[in-house]
């Protein structure tokens, strides 16, 4: 890899940061599972945000492709055996993500929360931060290992354990609106917001859970479109892309 010059590194806004991916980011136009032509462009955005050799990043998946908890839940399923099968889910989107990111030459680890030693690491949290100083990518599996957790709360949590300087949050639309803009065309989106303006307006950015861990925290999270080429990218480098929440006045 070509070395970066001097104002390539100082583009760069983040030094750690927590990608947090949906399962159904992975569908494409498949109503469940994976599209490998959807992974194979998420893992070249991914690849291309890390050609500054200066960044570190790790990354939480959901499972909601495959398997959602709270839905076999409402369905009649107990909760706690509905959210172990999600889990499971997140290992196999996190394999699947791990597979096409190290034949795109990105060095990968996927750490897992429920113990499966012949597919993931456990997860360790000194183990994590060392993988990321050595400029490894780290995908976080199986959320928080515990359930009626989601796994936005997982990645607010993770994020913090390794000291992560913003969640970049990607979505299917280019940030947070007033209403879903699919069916409401006239939903306006917000370029900025406070914590407490999510919670109280209860706007669909992350579950209540994960946003009070970031405001407790002061963690910024940026709410963008992954299908726009180049987005994760502009973010990184501090460009304005998607919705942005921070506290208020807080630092550019």
């Known amino acids: 890899m070509p070395r970066k010059s001097p104002s390539s590194l100082k583009s760069r806004k983040y030094r750690r940061v927590l990608l947090k991916l949906s399962g159904e980011a992975l569908m494409g136009g498949k109503p469940y599972g994976i599209d490998p032509e959807v992974v194979e462009e998420?893992?070249?955005e991914i690849k291309?945000?890390?050609?500054d050799s200066g960044l570190e990043m790790a990354i939480v998946i959901g499972g909601g492709n495959i398997f959602r908890g709270v839905a076999a839940s409402a369905?009649?399923?107990?909760?706690?055996s509905a959210d172990y099968m999600g889990m499971l889910a997140t290992v196999l989107n996190a394999l699947a993500l791990q597979n096409i990111l190290e034949k795109h030459g990105?060095?990968?680890?996927v750490q897992s929360a429920i113990e499966m030693k012949e597919l993931a690491e456990p997860y360790?949290?000194?183990?994590?931060?060392?993988h990321l100083e050595k400029k490894r990518v780290v995908i976080f599996a199986a959320g928080t290992g515990n359930p009626y957790f989601t796994t936005d709360t997982a990645a607010a949590l993770r994020a913090m354990e390794i000291g992560a300087d913003v969640i970049l949050k990607a979505t299917k639309v280019d940030g947070v609106y007033t209403a879903d803009p699919v069916v409401d065309k006239k939903a306006v989106k917000y370029?900025?917001?406070d914590y407490l303006?999510?919670?109280?307006?209860?706007?669909?950015?992350m579950d209540a859970t994960a946003i009070s861990l970031c405001?407790?925290?002061n963690l910024p999270i940026i709410v963008f479109n992954l299908k726009k080429r180049g987005n994760i990218r502009k973010a990184l480098e501090g460009g304005r892309v998607g919705t942005i929440v921070r506290v208020k006045g807080g630092k550019k």
């Open 215 to 217: 405001m407790d925290n």
């Open 42 to 44: 998420i893992s070249r």
């Open 48 to 51: 291309e945000a890390l050609s």
């Open 106 to 109: 990105v060095s990968t680890r």
């Open 75 to 80: 369905s009649g399923m107990e909760r706690t």
């Open 191 to 193: 370029d900025e917001l």
């Open 124 to 130: 360790i949290r000194r183990r994590a931060v060392r």
């Open 197 to 205: 303006e999510v919670l109280q307006k209860g706007l669909k950015v």
